[in-house]
């Protein structure tokens, strides 16, 4: 393992130490993350998340798997399923930003990072193959201190 280098996949919390699993709250900042983005009619707000986030819409359309021409066109937007993909980036984004370093950080992770549980697909991969529970419950073992 020497040299090895740790991804944010089978990190602890960084704070880590002494405080054990008082990590279960990790889901719930998830959820708290998606919130901010949502605009008065609960879909998500892509103009506020692409300027946070530092990302285009073409780029946010790659990151969930979306054809940019959907994030233009409100009707095409306010759809279950474009609402359905953010939510999901959003709440992975939302639950590995304090281990990741920042929102930022953790977009990066979501789309970069290999996870070996899953063959070395990174988040991304699997959001937009419709497998975000999976994501969520290795994040959410990864949080109680199972293995990645």
Do not use: C
């Amino acid at each position: 393992m020497a040299g090895a280098k740790r991804s944010v996949s089978a990190a602890r919390p960084a704070s880590g130490g002494a405080q054990g699993p008082a990590r279960p709250a990790a889901p719930l900042q998830g959820g708290r993350f998606v919130t901010t983005f949502l605009d008065e009619n609960g879909h998500v707000a892509v103009e506020r998340l692409t300027l946070r986030l530092g990302m285009s819409k073409a780029q946010l359309a790659e990151a969930v798997g979306l054809q940019q021409d959907v994030l233009y066109r409100a009707a095409r937007l306010h759809r279950p399923k474009p609402q359905a993909r953010l939510s999901e980036m959003l709440e992975i984004v939302g639950r590995i930003a304090g281990w990741a370093g920042g929102e930022r950080q953790a977009l990066a992770w979501y789309r970069a990072e290999p996870i070996p549980s899953f063959g070395g697909r990174t988040a991304e991969a699997l959001v937009k193959e419709g497998k975000a529970a999976a994501v969520r419950d290795y994040l959410d073992r990864v949080a109680t201190g199972g293995f990645a």
